[in-house]
């Protein structure tokens, strides 16, 4: 499943004919929107915090307040908009998506910023999970998978595409206006889904208290802070991707075909650690990860403190960094599924919330530790990646 807790609603009873997969793109392109609004302030960050004269880590601090915001509205929304028709919710998620875009393009000051990012994480949250269940519903069963890979390959690509596309409009147009275009495509995403998607009844409520008990599960305990250090280690510096890269000699020029190398890193690591994870198991996967990612950032460390400025190197740290980060993703999903297998889609959905929860707070001592100098921080995520490792030792027995 995807890294976004597409499974944390159950998916809904048909109530007509199965549509087939080409009715589930318009969630595809929902969800695409979706994650072009998480990841693309960190194409246009030094701009953003120009234009509104704070310092480059403050301007960070609101793909913090996303992601913050995203974990812990998702499971208290999914509860409190259970029983909402699908259709009526996914425009409405849509909807307000859109307008809080708009307005963070039209934020007067820093202050207003962080409000909006908050209001497109409800909206975010509200889309993303009932999207997954909404696909599921529309096919047959026998193509539940493959429609549910559509609308995680909406996250996929916006995770390779998001942020280089938001690196290059920002400098064709401005970072108010790569904004305002990602309003633009969500309010099109939410008359498309208007247009396309039938009449869905809402799902049966699950009490948040039944949704967190889970939790009581010793080895969802044990596993679950793994998916927060991890993320926190390998994510929270993305935001500040562009200041990292001029650390290591990346020019202007360079900027967007670096972070486009990076989201390849993030596809192709993620797609490889399912296999992976299927032939060999969930902890080797990890471990091998969380090495990579440990090795990554250390040498990136090392150049940004060297002043090494060499583009090959750099190009290669970026491929690994987004491998490295999204290598570990399947593998947590599978063990937290084992530990509690007949809580499938609460874990995931948690997992989803630890994951964002992970970037909130690693974007937050991102912030902190950039003013510090780039490759303290870089050095800094490299001790939280080796952390991991003797963490995934300490929990190896809940496979």
């Not at 509860?79 to 934020?107: D, E, I, K, Q, W």
Request: aromatic share 6%; glycine share 12%; with cysteine.
């Amino acid at each position: 499943m995807d890294k976004t807790g597409t499974s944390d609603i159950p998916v809904i009873r048909r109530e007509a004919a199965p549509r087939g997969l080409g009715s589930t793109l318009v969630l595809g392109l929902g969800t695409f929107a979706v994650g072009t609004d998480a990841y693309v302030v960190a194409g246009f960050l030094p701009a953003m915090a120009h234009s509104l004269r704070v310092p480059e880590g403050t301007a960070g601090q609101s793909a913090t307040a996303f992601a913050i915001a995203y974990a812990v509205l998702s499971p208290v929304l999914a509860t409190t908009l259970a029983r909402m028709p699908r259709r009526t919710l996914l425009v409405g998620a849509l909807t307000v998506l859109a307008l809080a875009n708009l307005a963070s393009a039209l934020a007067p000051d820093f202050t207003v910023l962080m409000i909006t990012r908050v209001l497109a994480a409800s909206g975010a949250a509200a889309f993303t999970p009932n999207a997954g269940a909404v696909a599921a519903s529309l096919v047959a069963p026998a193509q539940r998978a493959r429609a549910l890979a559509v609308v995680v390959g909406g996250l996929t690509v916006a995770t390779a595409l998001g942020v280089p596309l938001g690196n290059l409009a920002g400098k064709i147009l401005d970072w108010r206006a790569t904004l305002g275009l990602v309003a633009v495509l969500c309010a099109v995403c939410a008359a498309g889904v208007r247009a396309a998607m039938p009449a869905l009844p809402g799902g049966p409520r699950i009490p948040l208290g039944e949704r967190l008990a889970a939790l009581r599960r010793p080895g969802v305990v044990a596993v679950l802070p793994l998916t927060v250090l991890g993320l926190a280690a390998g994510y929270g510096l993305y935001a500040f991707a562009v200041p990292v890269m001029r650390a290591l000699g990346a020019g202007a020029s360079a900027e967007t075909w670096l972070l486009f190398l990076y989201g390849a890193g993030a596809v192709a690591g993620n797609l490889v650690a399912g296999a992976m994870v299927d032939r060999h198991g969930p902890v080797p996967v990890q471990a091998a990860g969380f090495a990579v990612l440990t090795v990554t950032l250390a040498v990136a460390a090392w150049a940004a403190g060297a002043g090494t400025h060499w583009l090959p190197l750099t190009a290669t740290l970026m491929i690994a960094w987004g491998a490295g980060t999204w290598f570990q993703t399947p593998a947590q999903q599978v063990r937290l599924i084992n530990a509690a297998p007949r809580e499938t889609a609460v874990v995931v959905g948690l997992n989803a919330s630890a994951l964002y929860a992970g970037i909130g707070l690693g974007t937050a001592l991102g912030g902190v530790l950039l003013p510090v100098g780039p490759s303290v921080a870089l050095a800094v995520s490299a001790g939280l990646a080796l952390l991991c490792l003797p963490y995934l030792g300490a929990t190896r027995r809940y496979r």
